[in-house]
């Protein structure tokens, strides 16, 4: 039952238009991510590890996180893995393997310390699934790319005005 209804909502959220997806999913993703880092971060802490931020150039950081990362991670990551993962016979058309092997590699890309590599899974995961998804309309890049930009602008600000 739960399987139906799932493949439900998923068919209500491919048919979205494009803001409407883009918006949702970078907000889900935004969601889950601060979620899932806040466990990581509190269950490092627990276990003795020190966490600490790299002071960066913030000029440097923010045309890095917003611009270039987005576009690049894309291209690796999500074309390119997907292509990748679907050329492997046992894995190739099962969109849920390829969605969270996928997810798993972008996350694992992203070795900052733990809590940040468990943080940024759910976001693999859906960049991977929106990518996916959006084939059938042919703007599956510019989705990913869409999500993944206002993901890390939100991460941005709120890392910044902290």
């Known amino acids: 039952?739960?399987?139906?209804?799932?493949k439900a909502l998923?068919?209500?959220?491919?048919?979205?238009?494009?803001?409407?997806?883009?918006?949702?999913?970078?907000?889900i993703c935004k969601v889950s991510s601060t979620f899932l880092g806040y466990i990581a971060i509190i269950a490092a802490q627990r276990s003795g590890y020190n966490i600490t931020i790299d002071d960066q150039n913030r000029i440097e950081f923010l045309v890095y996180a917003?611009?270039?990362?987005?576009?690049?991670?894309?291209?690796?990551?999500q074309a390119g893995m997907y292509h990748i993962l679907n050329s492997i016979p046992f894995i190739k058309h099962h969109n849920g393997r390829i969605i969270l092997i996928g997810g798993l590699i972008f996350s694992s890309a992203h070795a900052y310390n733990i809590p940040y590599i468990i943080a940024v899974i759910p976001a693999g995961i859906l960049y991977m699934?929106?990518?996916?998804?959006?084939?059938?309309?042919?703007?599956?890049?510019?989705?990913?790319?869409?999500?993944?930009?206002?993901?890390?602008?939100?991460?941005?600000i709120s890392r910044l005005t902290n």
């Open 1 to 6: 039952m739960f399987k139906v209804k799932l």
């Open 10 to 27: 998923s068919n209500k959220i491919e048919e979205l238009p494009f803001f409407y997806f883009i918006t949702l999913l970078a907000l």
């Open 66 to 77: 917003i611009l270039f990362a987005p576009i690049v991670e894309t291209i690796i990551f």
């Open 129 to 156: 699934y929106a990518y996916i998804v959006r084939q059938k309309k042919n703007d599956a890049f510019l989705s990913v790319y869409s999500i993944h930009l206002i993901f890390n602008t939100i991460s941005l």
